[in-house]
């Protein structure tokens, strides 16, 4: 039976190195409420966190709802939700006296680009002689938006998710120590904030909070979730 919508003001690092989280960085706003500023702490907790409610939604039968008294109207919300690696993992290192590691290209493995240890050494700041005892690491993270819609019957206590999309941003880290005679290290690091390097998006993520409200709506009564998550 075809319905009728009705839109209602509603819910508005180990080894030998150590590693030092960073600032804010700002960004670009986003749609579906991703936020502004992520910065390593973000990164490091894993919390999960709801970031956009959408309005509410309700549908009803067109033809009135008696004969369905107890279950319509169904209510419908879009919710995303920002998570994170809980971490950074470490992809690719080197250690020996900087003179023999220096030329060595560290991988960030399965994302573009490599770095050599040099190279590394000169984003973060760090100066080293040839012979000094130096160490050089790669690391990735993500943060990632879930975007879900839900729904419910007018006798349902709460909402249930029926269809999921998101999107993960990935971001490299890069770390260089120096040792001193007394085996003392020096660390600095560098995290690249501003622009993920891989972005991994479902196929529905940029649809519209009507159309997921609509499928949700659909999906409640039928019992068929949609799942469109890259990860």
């Known amino acids: ?3 009728k919508k009705i839109v209602a003001t509603g819910l508005c690092c180990s080894l030998l190195l150590s590693y030092n989280p960073a600032g804010a960085i700002s960004q ?3 749609a579906f409420g991703e936020s502004t500023s992520i910065t390593m702490n973000d990164i490091l907790s894993g919390e999960e966190k709801i970031i956009y409610t959408s309005e509410e939604t309700l549908y009803y039968p067109e033809d009135g709802i008696s004969a369905y ?3 319509y109207p169904i209510s419908t919300r879009v919710r995303t939700i920002q998570s994170s690696s809980n971490g950074i993992k470490e992809r690719d290192s080197a250690i020996g006296t900087f003179s ?4 060595i290209a560290l991988s960030f493995v399965n994302f573009p680009g490599s770095m050599t240890v040099a190279t590394i050494f000169s984003v973060v700041g760090l100066t080293a002689s040839a012979s000094t ?3 050089a690491k790669t690391f990735t993270s993500y943060v990632q938006y879930q975007k879900q819609a839900e729904a419910k019957w007018a006798d349902d206590s709460s909402y249930s998710p029926w269809v999921f999309s998101g999107k993960r941003n990935y971001y490299k880290h890069v770390l260089a120590g120096t040792q001193n005679s007394s085996g003392q290290w020096t660390t600095k690091s560098h995290d690249y904030l501003s622009d993920p390097a891989y972005t991994a998006i479902g196929s529905y993520y940029n649809k519209s909070d009507s159309w997921f409200k609509e499928e949700a709506r659909k999906r409640i009564q039928n019992g068929l979730i949609l799942t ?3 990860w």
């Not at 023999?100 to 030329?103: E, H, M, Y």
């Open 228 to 230: 469109d998550l890259p």
């Open 28 to 30: 670009k706003p986003e």
């Open 1 to 3: 039976m075809s319905v």
């Open 100 to 103: 023999s590691i220096a030329s």
């Open 133 to 135: 005892y130096s160490q």
């Open 69 to 71: 008294s107890g279950q």
